[in-house]
């Protein structure tokens, strides 16, 4: 039966395959460094480092096609100097009639070939070895001049040597070089020079980026006074500086600082992902004309919830599973709607298929406090749509009133009840029930049922909700309720979530008595005062660098605010080990578990991270950097299929699962100069154990580990820097 066979109904998969990296085996390397998430991520985002070496260009050439006129042809191809061998060229011709195919090849060889061995990345202040393999081919032995020039970023330590090299034979240079304090991808070239004059060179470069990691620190407040100096906090490197004040009669200068806050921030679950995007999701709407990098961040937060949707619509944390996170699908679903609203193309069986999962988080069971309010969320979502949820509001309502009695109104879970009821026309009852939603950030400190809920998420969200379904009361707003919110930011109690979530509800709450105060800024470098030019929505000016304090001044009845975010990194190493509810070490151990005494060029090693917590008996949502040192590589270690090509089951880590490990993290990032770790963590030490190489002599610092709670940023901890020394073989 042809038809029946070529007609029958078939899962739908798909099978792809690729050769580029037998090709070019280098971008096989690139492959496994991509950063999750991918697609238009920029390296401080995916955790990538952004100070990133220069590599060599590819020995591959497509001409595409071409109209060739009548008669000869030339066709040129620059051979890049770093090649010598056997080049290989196909070349096909066709005209109406005929078909002409050529292959030739040709050997490429100098009189000497230079392999350089350098480090991927250095850090400032690193003293380390960089060899140059020199391979004559020519026909008797010679004195061959090799020097190495460096530009600003480093430092030679060292001058020009002569190798005598016998024909046919290799001699190997030496070369000892500083990494100094210009961050960047610093280039260096070997040059051999031959008894004749003739000079043959290859060029090489090295990343120096900083022993620490990339941060950014919010000062912010209300101004009563006439008058207020700030002084910045930090001294930063001027390579990815961004140094700038807000100040403006409307809090919604805090954004600016919040939304630079999450266009740096790293990490790559599904909320944290959707919350990076949700700035751009604010600001710029089709309706008012999409900013340049708006439609690509719509457009990338789109892919990645597709392909983190599972066939129930549900979305993972991390990735696709039959296991979705229910939070995760409901801010997915709100970030959706929110994108709808605002005028932005979204798929209609994305959105769809997500409404079935929601359906079945607000009607489906629930226990304890944390599952009631996510079914009123989902609930809340559901009626935005048009969707009646009568029954289960309903029924979240009664189950509130009964397991929760005394404290259920203080919950935020509260106010979407509120909010679906006044969306249904039930407004006597929305309103007397939002009435007792209390502000957080200007009361006592709540208990955490969840890592997704704390004062700043409650606020955010009842603000939102305020002005979109209530805004007859906006009016009744407390005067401490933006003293309490400035707190909580300036205390850095604040996370991806509720920092998109805040972005949010200062946007839907609108500027307020602009017309009304007159602000202006200068800075002071010096013994001169430098006006600060005030411009945008929100208004701000970047800072200049070397300003050691700012001036605001303010004219009018009402409070100006502002905000001084300052992002980069840190000058020098931060030595001090730090503990706030964390604790974090790490270890060099040889392959039998010693503490290392010496490392030498091509060794392999353990390195060990500890951490626990030191507070609780449980801290969720954690997550781990470890920055390596220079001369240091990780060894992937992936899991190999079975003979039918099926991966074992259960998470697994691009690493493997070395001997003494005993935590398992939900998820692990391996990039070029770092190690990301994802998980939670219990008083009980944990250990995680991966293997590194030495691949360069040397004298390097060795950056702190560092872990912090990725919705509670008050549990940090920092381990030791030190030195790790590698010995040539």
Same mark, same amino acid.
């Given at each position: 039966?042809?038809?029946?066979?070529?007609?029958?109904?078939?899962?739908?998969?798909?099978?792809?395959?690729?050769?580029?990296?037998?090709?070019?085996?280098?971008?096989?390397? +690139?492959?496994?460094? @991509?950063?999750?998430?991918?697609?238009?991520?920029? @390296?401080? @985002?995916?955790?990538?480092? *952004?100070?990133?070496?220069?590599?060599?260009?590819?020995?591959?050439?497509?001409?595409?096609?071409?109209?060739?006129?009548?008669?000869?042809?030339?066709?040129?191809? &620059?051979?890049?100097?770093?090649?010598?061998?056997?080049?290989?060229?196909?070349?096909?011709?066709?005209? !109406?009639?005929r078909v002409g195919v050529h292959e030739g090849a040709a050997e490429v060889r100098g009189p000497?070939?230079?392999?350089?061995?350098?480090?991927?990345?250095?850090?400032?202040?690193?003293?380390?070895?960089?060899?140059?393999?020199?391979?004559?081919?020519?026909?008797?032995?010679?004195?061959?001049?090799?020097?190495?020039?460096?530009?600003?970023?480093?430092?030679?330590?060292?001058?020009?040597?002569?190798?005598?090299?016998?024909?046919?034979?290799?001699?190997?240079?030496?070369?000892?070089?500083?990494?100094?304090?210009?961050?960047? /991808?610093?280039?260096?070239?070997?040059?051999?020079?031959?008894? !004749?004059?003739?000079?043959?060179?290859?060029?090489? %470069?090295?990343?120096?980026?900083?022993?620490?990691?990339?941060?950014?620190?919010?000062?912010?407040?209300?101004?009563?006074?006439?008058?207020?100096?700030?002084?910045?906090?930090?001294?930063?490197?001027?390579?990815?500086?961004?140094?700038?004040?807000?100040?403006?009669?409307? *809090?919604?200068?805090?954004?600016?600082?919040?939304?630079?806050?999450?266009?740096?921030?790293?990490?790559?679950?599904?909320?944290?992902?959707?919350?990076?995007?949700?700035?751009?999701?604010?600001w710029s709407t089709p309706a008012l004309g999409l900013a340049p990098d708006a439609r690509s /961040?719509?457009?990338?937060?789109?892919?990645? +919830?597709? &392909?983190?949707?599972?066939?129930?619509?549900?979305?993972?944390?991390?990735?696709?599973?039959?296991?979705?996170?229910?939070?995760?699908?409901?801010?997915?679903?709100?970030?959706?709607?929110?994108?709808?609203?605002?005028? #932005?193309?979204?798929?209609?069986?994305?959105?769809?298929?997500?409404?079935?999962?929601?359906?079945?988080?607000?009607?489906?069971?629930?226990?304890?406090?944390?599952?009631?309010?996510?079914?009123?969320?989902?609930?809340?979502?559901?009626?935005?749509?048009?969707?009646?949820?009568?029954?289960?509001?309903?029924?979240?309502?009664?189950?509130?009133?009964? #397991?929760?009695?005394? =404290?259920?109104?203080?919950?935020?879970?509260?106010?979407?009840?509120?909010?679906?009821?006044?969306?249904?026309?039930?407004?006597?009852?929305?309103?007397?029930?939002?009435?007792?939603?209390?502000?957080?950030?200007?009361?006592?400190?709540?208990?955490? !049922?969840?890592?997704? #809920?704390?004062?700043?998420?409650?606020?955010?969200?009842?603000?939102?909700?305020?002005?979109?379904?209530?805004?007859?009361?906006?009016?009744?707003?407390?005067?401490?309720? +933006?003293?309490?919110?400035?707190?909580?930011?300036?205390?850095?109690?604040?996370?991806?979530?509720?920092?998109?979530?805040?972005?949010?509800?200062?946007?839907?709450?609108?500027?307020?008595?602009?017309?009304?105060?007159?602000?202006?800024?200068?800075?002071?470098?010096?013994? &001169?005062?430098?006006?600060?030019?005030?411009?945008?929505?929100?208004?701000?000016?970047?800072? *200049?660098?070397?300003?050691?304090?700012?001036?605001?001044?303010?004219?009018?009845?009402?409070?100006?605010?502002?905000?001084? %975010?300052?992002?980069?990194?840190?000058?020098?190493?931060?030595?001090?080990?730090?503990?706030?509810?964390?604790?974090?070490?790490?270890?060099?151990?040889?392959?039998?578990?010693?503490?290392?005494?010496?490392?030498?060029?091509?060794?392999?090693?353990?390195?060990?991270?500890?951490? =626990?917590?030191?507070?609780?008996?449980?801290?969720?949502?954690?997550?781990?950097?470890?920055?390596?040192?220079?001369?240091?590589?990780?060894?992937?270690?992936?899991?190999?299929?079975?003979?039918?090509?099926?991966?074992?089951?259960?998470?697994? $880590? *691009?690493?493997?699962?070395?001997?003494?490990?005993?935590? &398992?993290?939900?998820?692990?990032?391996?990039?070029?100069?770092?190690?990301?770790? #994802?998980?939670?963590?219990?008083?009980?030490?944990?250990?995680?154990?991966?293997?590194?190489?030495?691949?360069?002599?040397?004298?390097?610092?060795?950056?702190?580990?560092?872990?912090?709670?990725?919705?509670?940023?008050?549990?940090? @901890?920092?381990?030791? $820097?030190?030195?790790?020394?590698?010995?040539?073989?």
């Open positions: 039966d042809p038809l029946g066979h070529f007609f029958q109904k078939r899962a739908l998969q798909v099978q792809t395959s690729q050769i580029l990296d037998l090709i070019l085996p280098e971008f096989r390397l +690139l492959l496994a460094q @991509a950063a999750a998430g991918g697609d238009g991520e920029g @390296a401080l @985002a995916a955790h990538l480092n *952004p100070f990133k070496r220069k590599r060599q260009a590819p020995v591959a050439w497509w001409s595409g096609l071409i109209d060739l006129p009548a008669g000869e042809t030339t066709l040129e191809y &620059q051979v890049p100097e770093s090649f010598n061998g056997r080049l290989r060229w196909f070349v096909v011709s066709i005209d !109406d009639s000497l070939v230079i392999s350089p061995n350098v480090p991927a990345m250095v850090a400032p202040g690193d003293e380390f070895l960089v060899t140059a393999g020199v391979f004559s081919n020519l026909g008797e032995a010679a004195e061959v001049k090799v020097s190495l020039e460096t530009d600003q970023g480093l430092q030679l330590l060292g001058e020009t040597q002569t190798l005598s090299i016998a024909p046919r034979r290799e001699a190997v240079a030496r070369f000892r070089l500083k990494a100094l304090e210009q961050l960047g /991808s610093s280039d260096l070239r070997v040059i051999a020079e031959l008894p !004749d004059g003739k000079r043959i060179g290859i060029g090489e %470069s090295i990343s120096v980026r900083p022993a620490v990691e990339h941060r950014v620190q919010l000062s912010l407040g209300r101004l009563s006074s006439d008058r207020l100096e700030l002084p910045p906090t930090r001294e930063l490197f001027p390579q990815l500086r961004k140094v700038e004040l807000g100040l403006g009669a409307s *809090p919604l200068v805090w954004s600016q600082g919040l939304s630079d806050y999450l266009a740096d921030y790293s990490y790559s679950c599904t909320e944290q992902m959707l919350s990076k995007a949700m700035p751009t999701l604010i /961040s719509f457009d990338d937060a789109l892919r990645m +919830l597709r &392909q983190r949707q599972n066939q129930s619509g549900g979305f993972g944390l991390w990735a696709a599973s039959p296991e979705a996170d229910a939070f995760a699908s409901s801010y997915a679903s709100d970030f959706l709607i929110e994108a709808r609203e605002r005028g #932005y193309a979204v798929p209609d069986d994305l959105l769809n298929s997500a409404n079935g999962y929601l359906s079945r988080i607000a009607e489906g069971p629930s226990q304890g406090m944390a599952e009631l309010r996510l079914r009123a969320y989902a609930s809340y979502l559901l009626t935005r749509q048009g969707v009646v949820t009568s029954g289960a509001l309903a029924d979240i309502h009664e189950r509130y009133q009964t #397991y929760f009695k005394d =404290r259920w109104e203080q919950d935020i879970g509260a106010a979407y009840l509120a909010a679906s009821y006044r969306l249904l026309k039930q407004d006597k009852q929305a309103r007397a029930i939002f009435a007792k939603v209390p502000w957080r950030t200007v009361g006592k400190t709540m208990e955490r !049922d969840s890592p997704y #809920y704390d004062e700043l998420v409650h606020d955010a969200e009842r603000l939102a909700l305020l002005s979109r379904h209530f805004p007859e009361q906006l009016d009744e707003l407390p005067d401490a309720l +933006l003293d309490g919110l400035a707190r909580q930011l300036a205390r850095n109690q604040y996370n991806s979530l509720s920092a998109a979530l805040l972005i949010r509800g200062l946007d839907s709450y609108g500027r307020v008595g602009e017309q009304r105060v007159e602000v202006a800024a200068a800075a002071r470098l010096g013994e &001169q005062l430098q006006q600060l030019t005030l411009a945008g929505k929100p208004p701000r000016a970047a800072v *200049p660098l070397g300003a050691r304090m700012l001036e605001l001044t303010r004219e009018g009845d009402l409070p100006a605010f502002y905000l001084l %975010s300052e992002a980069g990194y840190d000058k020098g190493v931060l030595s001090d080990e730090l503990r706030e509810g964390l604790e974090i070490s790490r270890d060099y151990l040889d392959l039998d578990g010693t503490p290392l005494q010496s490392l030498k060029v091509g060794d392999e090693f353990l390195v060990r991270l500890r951490l =626990r917590a030191v507070e609780r008996e449980r801290v969720e949502q954690l997550a781990v950097v470890d920055l390596l040192p220079g001369g240091i590589e990780p060894v992937y270690n992936n899991p190999l299929p079975d003979e039918n090509g099926e991966l074992p089951e259960g998470r697994h $880590s *691009p690493l493997g699962n070395q001997p003494g490990s005993d935590w &398992q993290p939900h998820a692990v990032d391996v990039r070029e100069d770092r190690v990301v770790l #994802y998980g939670n963590v219990s008083r009980s030490a944990a250990t995680f154990v991966y293997r590194a190489r030495a691949t360069n002599a040397g004298r390097f610092g060795t950056p702190p580990p560092y872990a912090e709670g990725m919705y509670e940023r008050s549990l940090q @901890a920092r381990g030791a $820097s030190g030195q790790l020394e590698i010995l040539e073989p």
